[in-house]
């Protein structure tokens, strides 16, 4: 399914690991303009090209954010210079530059054309994708992919919300669900299959980590879970594994499946504490600089309760 005629995408020169060949900026043309959905990273080319051809499209009406990573809306500061448009997203905790906050439903119309909001938490709290009402078009931001999967790095993304949200994708009508526009890679017309198969990877992934915890009774590290699970995964890549693996590891948590270990520490005076190994996390190298900050659980061991 090609893309509907006034359906514009601009790719952002940020290539790497984490966004792929770069993040997608989309335009969507009305009768009353257009919007852009996720402005992208703050660079001066992408927001120049993308204002350029909003005005071609008859002018900015609104900027509307799926969430409130960096590289989706760094930028959008610059471009309501840029176009006059306002900053729309979930809430102004996830996105502080925004003037409006959008609701699940709320409805922003271009005349003959709308989009819908739908709340889609999981990979960030403040998640929403955008529905083209009436032509099966899901700007899904990064609630999947165009290409491989994506990262549900706590404390900002929940695994149990994310599969959620999958779902509530898989439960719309098959007429709104024709074409999915993610934030990274090519669009994808297999809809269905490309959501169920996200959960059925996240499923196995669980079925990986619970059998690698009970293997080991002693207690694991996440970086030596991620090393027995993500046999399949560059070496170079771990350390983004890491983040699924502990948002893994605090779902079993939850279930009460997984537990932490507490250790015997001293607190530098002679006496001795007993205390989670969580609680040094700020020394955690696997932070995503700039996207997340360090999660509670990464230093900790954990183990099955099932044993």
Do not use: K
């Amino acid at each position: 399914m090609p893309l509907p005629e006034g359906v514009a995408l601009i790719l952002a020169p940020n290539p790497s690991p984490m966004t792929g060949d770069g993040t997608n900026t989309w335009l969507v043309a009305g009768g009353d303009g257009c919007v852009v959905i996720d402005p992208g990273p703050r660079i001066e080319s992408h927001q120049l090209a993308v204002a350029e051809a909003a005005q071609a499209l008859g002018g900015a009406a609104a900027l509307l954010v799926t969430h409130g990573h960096p590289d989706h809306v760094e930028g959008a500061a610059r471009l309501r210079e840029l176009t006059g448009a306002p900053i729309m997203a979930w809430s102004r905790e996830g996105v502080p530059d925004a003037d409006e906050t959008l609701d699940d439903g709320d409805v922003a119309t271009l005349g003959d054309r709308a989009l819908r909001a739908i709340y889609t938490p999981g990979h960030r709290y403040d998640h929403l994708c955008f529905l083209l009402e009436g032509e099966g078009v899901i700007f899904a931001g990064d609630l999947v992919s165009g290409a491989g999967t994506v990262v549900i790095a706590p404390p900002e993304g929940d695994l149990d919300d994310y599969l959620a949200s999958l779902r509530r994708l898989l439960a719309l009508d098959s007429r709104d669900l024709r074409l999915i526009a993610p934030g990274h890679g090519p669009t994808r017309e297999d809809t269905r299959e490309l959501l169920e198969g996200y959960i059925t990877h996240r499923e196995q992934r669980e079925r990986q980590l619970v059998a690698a915890l009970n293997d080991e009774q002693r207690g694991q590290r996440v970086s030596e879970l991620v090393a027995r699970i993500y046999t399949d995964v560059a070496p170079d890549l771990w350390p983004i594994a890491a983040y699924s693996t502990l948002a893994g590891l605090l779902r079993l948590e939850r279930l009460e499946l997984a537990e932490r270990i507490e250790i015997a520490v001293s607190d530098g005076t002679g006496e001795t504490l007993l205390v989670e190994e969580s609680l040094v996390v700020a020394r955690s190298p696997l932070a995503l600089e700039g996207v997340v900050g360090r999660p509670d659980g990464f230093d900790a061991r954990w183990r099955s309760v099932l044993g």
